[in-house]
T-cell receptor, first 113, second 117 residues
């Protein structure tokens, strides 16, 4: 079984400040990791994914995430946020041979002007 | 690329009505499609996994007779909420993936907000 923990349910950040959204996972097998963003009343959009290789992955909209196997983490970062980044962010994990995604509970990022 | 279209985006209907939601992959063939339910301010709950040409696999606690899933082609899956009641009101989201193996990201539709009066 696998699980995902997003400890921060809400993160307020001033515009142009950096942000880190935390994600920790638990799994007995090798995992694939994803970050999705959800804007109000919309589906989810893929921000970035880690499948293998370099542990630092870059995604869309200036976001990046780093896979840390020893700490079982996949934190999402952005050096300077914009108002348009206000949304719900979900971390998710799947594993080899299993397309099912296990989602975290989400983090609501609010950008303060 | 990898666009998933979900229709309708909003449905309001009377209790006892059956409602069909369509999920289409527009520019790729979807080996597997997934149906999720999302309650306000909560994460996505997987309802079922659907593979083209075979019966859907439902998650524990999801009534298969209540939520009928059909995946008749590689680009279309439908979810029918039968005899809907107010407690079925929710945001339903589908996703599709072009391949098996777990390393293909899921591509999501924009969701359907279902309101049962």
């Amino acid at each position: 079984a696998q699980s995902v923990t997003q400890l921060d349910s809400q993160v307020p950040v001033f515009e142009e400040a950096p942000v880190e959204l935390r994600c920790n996972y638990s799994s007995s097998v090798s995992v694939y990791l994803f970050w999705y963003v959800q804007y109000p009343n919309q589906g989810l959009q893929l921000l970035l994914k880690y499948l293998s290789g370099s542990t630092l992955v870059k995604g869309i909209n200036g976001f990046e995430a780093e896979f840390n196997k020893s700490q079982t983490s996949f934190h999402l970062r952005k050096p300077s946020v914009h108002i348009s980044d206000t949304a719900e962010y979900f971390c998710a994990v799947s594993s080899r041979g299993n397309e099912k995604l296990t989602f975290g509970t989400g983090t609501r990022l609010t950008i303060i002007p | 690329g990898a666009v998933v279209s979900q229709h309708p985006s909003w449905v309001i209907c009377k209790s006892g009505t059956s409602v069909k939601i369509e999920c289409r992959s527009l520019d790729f063939q979807a080996t597997t499609m997934f149906w999720y339910r999302q309650f306000p301010k909560q994460s996505l709950m997987l309802m079922a996994t659907s593979n083209e040409g075979s019966k859907a696999t439902y998650e524990q606690g999801v009534e298969k007779d209540k939520f009928l899933i059909n995946h008749a082609s590689l680009t279309l899956s439908t979810l029918t909420v039968t005899s809907a009641h107010p407690e079925d009101s929710s945001f339903y989201i589908c996703s599709a993936t072009p391949g098996a193996g777990g390393n293909q990201p899921q591509h999501f539709g924009d969701g359907t907000r279902l309101s049962i009066l």
